[in-house]
């Protein structure tokens, strides 16, 4: 289903011009105008080479577009580093790389312009820069006895080339210098273009389990990772549905499961993207009892290929709602493929237009039935024991050591069998991660696609003797969390802040240049640009319990956790999160936190609805 940008599409984009970090340039509306200025930044970027192997003549100054301005000597300075040249003692491999750096470059360049006057979004010319992977991974990163640098860039892509004296990351220059070309491109381009975004949501996957996924972890190793990462709700349904609008609970009216109902899908960044023109699809879990909804798909979305289930999905024989019509698997196909290969069929139709891809896999929730092909994988992932395992609970709420109480002796061992489950479920959602990257590679979308990666919220395999979320303790609030956006932020990096599953929305209409109602979420578009940039000290988690697991209200900052429970045995908590990670001593009503203990009182009373 194609969509063009609509009216409400166009003002967005016209805002998005206004929102964009670099604004230096005027945009060149003529087409001559782009391919004179890939053709003379090409010439140019050849003579100056030159320049920097052997001395000779001045280089012609071009005679540029006006709408230009700065780009050209933006160019030059990225693909051969700001210092003039020549460069002396050049190795044959190193003058390759360098070499190929310019030359691809410049074929970058002047046939990605031409791609921009056609309108054209799919940067096929990206393949241009494949062979400085290949090359310069041969070269060693050295300086002459000048203290010059033999392969050189210019910032940020400095930053990749590698250390002194080992080999050049090959890779990582080529991909630095086509994500950062690409959005000197952007600035002269006739239009900016709306960043694509794909949105992975994980249900029940612990923060810590990136290791045990190779696709994962390589993505993580591009991207900008948060460790201090949360869900405010840790809880299927409502989690949901503050990715998708940006508000907490008590302001979606989704508390809790059975409230799946209160979502408003107008309210959502589907919605928003909707009415910018963009193209929408969903592809696996939505909420809990979705199909109580209704089989029609919510407001915003074009293509739905929901899980249907009361949980939400299935891994075998799952039922799912397809653009409206429930449907049931064959009972030998893997949910998680088939939503992967859905997503990919959308990805390569709506190729040539902005679109907004979630793709929520089942996995690893509960049954957490691995693929066939990973049932048999041998059970060599670590032995989960942290300092909480199965810890003293003697100062914990009621409902806690009643779970302790009732909980039989083979627990210990249904906890491991099903986290080994759960990771193996993970394996497959890893292949379909892949996939995706891959395709996005192919289809030349990769450095203007938004890619987020992250859980509806954790999971506890024994801490506390407890198993399962429901509850605001660490391991059941933090979740995984990388935002990669090459575009924009071509290397990869951490922030340390305490960041929000509200926090996707209004970073999403942020990137899309989209207004939006006032929302709970921070966008996280100044954290990205700068570690310093002023942020939260402080967020609400509120729990509305399940099974034995009691309604709290809780706050947390960076260092404390203050908890208040409710239902039976009213009971609070303070953890020392500095001190104490795990939460195992409770310090509420000691005399020597008593004043952090009123400060954390104040705090949650003026973040409570």
């Given at each position: 289903?194609?969509?063009?940008?609509?009216?409400?599409?166009?003002?967005a984009l016209l805002l998005l011009v206004a929102l964009a970090p670099a604004l230096a340039n005027a945009r060149c509306?003529?087409?001559?105008?782009?391919?004179?200025?890939?053709?003379?930044l090409q010439d140019d970027l050849t003579c100056h080479f030159g320049q920097l192997v052997v001395a000779?003549?001045?280089?012609?100054?071009?005679?540029?577009?006006?709408?230009?301005?700065?780009?050209?000597?933006?160019?030059?300075?990225?693909v051969l580093g700001p210092a003039a040249g020549p460069v002396t003692g050049w190795t044959p491999k190193a003058l390759r790389c360098q070499r190929d750096i310019a030359a691809a470059s410049s074929r970058f360049v002047s046939r990605r312009l031409v791609e921009?006057?056609?309108?054209?979004?799919?940067?096929?010319?990206?393949?241009?820069?494949?062979?400085?992977?290949?090359?310069?991974?041969?070269?060693?990163?050295?300086?002459?006895?000048?203290?010059?640098?033999?392969?050189?860039?210019?910032?940020?892509?400095?930053?990749?080339v590698g250390a002194l004296g080992g080999p050049v990351d090959g890779?990582?220059?080529?991909a630095c210098l086509r994500a950062t070309l690409e959005a000197e491109m952007d600035d002269v381009a006739p239009g900016t273009m709306p960043p694509n975004v794909v949105l992975i949501v994980t249900d029940d996957q612990q923060y810590d389990t990136f290791d045990l996924m190779p696709a994962v972890s390589k993505l993580r190793d591009e991207a900008i990772s948060f460790p201090n990462a949360f869900v405010t709700n840790p809880l299927c349904t409502p989690s949901r549905a503050t990715i998708l609008t940006g508000l907490y609970s008590?302001?979606?009216g989704v508390l809790a499961n059975h409230q799946y109902h209160q979502l408003d899908p107008s309210t959502t960044i589907a919605a928003w993207l909707d009415a910018a023109g963009y193209t929408n699809g969903l592809f696996g879990k939505?909420?809990?009892?979705?199909?109580?909804?209704?089989?029609?798909?919510?407001?915003?979305?074009?293509?739905?290929?929901s899980l249907l289930d009361p949980s939400g999905g299935e891994f075998y024989g799952a039922r799912i709602n397809d653009n409206g019509t429930a449907k049931t698997l064959p009972q030998g196909t893997y949910s998680t493929d088939w939503m992967s290969k859905e997503a990919i069929r959308f990805m390569r139709r709506e190729a040539d237009t902005p679109f907004l891809l979630v793709y929520t896999p089942f996995a690893p929730h509960a049954p957490a039935i691995p693929a066939n092909r990973h049932a048999a994988d041998p059970p060599s992932y670590p032995v989960h024991r942290p300092p909480s395992y199965f810890a003293d609970v003697a100062t914990k709420p009621q409902w806690v050591r009643f779970f302790r109480f009732i909980a039989a002796p083979a627990l210990p061992g249904i906890i491991d069998t099903l986290r080994l489950q759960q990771l193996r479920t993970l394996r497959a959602v890893d292949e379909a991660v892949e996939k995706l990257l891959v395709q996005l590679e192919k289809l030349g979308l990769t450095d203007n696609t938004v890619v987020i990666f992250t859980s509806d919220h954790g999971f506890m395999w024994g801490e506390h003797g407890l198993v399962g979320k429901f509850n605001p303790y660490e391991e059941s609030i933090r979740v995984p969390y990388l935002l990669r956006y090459p575009r924009r932020f071509p290397l990869p990096a951490t922030r340390n802040q305490m960041v929000l599953n509200q926090d996707i929305a209004p970073t999403l209409a942020e990137f899309a240049g989209i207004a939006t109602p006032p929302l709970d979420g921070e966008s996280l578009v100044p954290l990205l640009e700068s570690a310093t940039a002023p942020w939260r000290d402080e967020f609400l988690i509120e729990t509305r319990g399940e099974f034995i697991t009691q309604p709290s209200e809780s706050v947390r900052t960076e260092n404390f956790k203050?908890?208040?429970t409710a239902g039976a045995g009213p009971h609070t908590e303070l953890y020392d999160l500095a001190a104490d990670p795990y939460e195992i001593t409770n310090l509420a009503g000691h005399p020597t936190y008593a004043g952090v203990q009123a400060n954390m009182v104040a705090r949650l009373g003026a973040l409570r609805p």
């Open positions: 289903m194609h969509r063009g940008i609509t009216c409400a599409g166009s003002s509306t003529d087409p001559g105008d782009l391919k004179d200025l890939g053709q003379l000779g003549p001045p280089c012609p100054t071009p005679n540029y577009p006006a709408c230009a301005e700065s780009t050209p000597a933006q160019v030059k300075d990225l921009r006057s056609q309108g054209k979004r799919r940067a096929k010319s990206g393949r241009a820069m494949r062979r400085v992977a290949k090359t310069c991974s041969k070269a060693v990163v050295e300086e002459n006895y000048l203290g010059q640098e033999l392969v050189r860039v210019g910032a940020p892509c400095a930053n990749v890779a990582r220059v080529a008590h302001n979606t939505y909420v809990n009892n979705s199909e109580l909804l209704g089989l029609a798909p919510p407001q915003g979305w074009h293509e739905w290929k203050y908890i208040e």
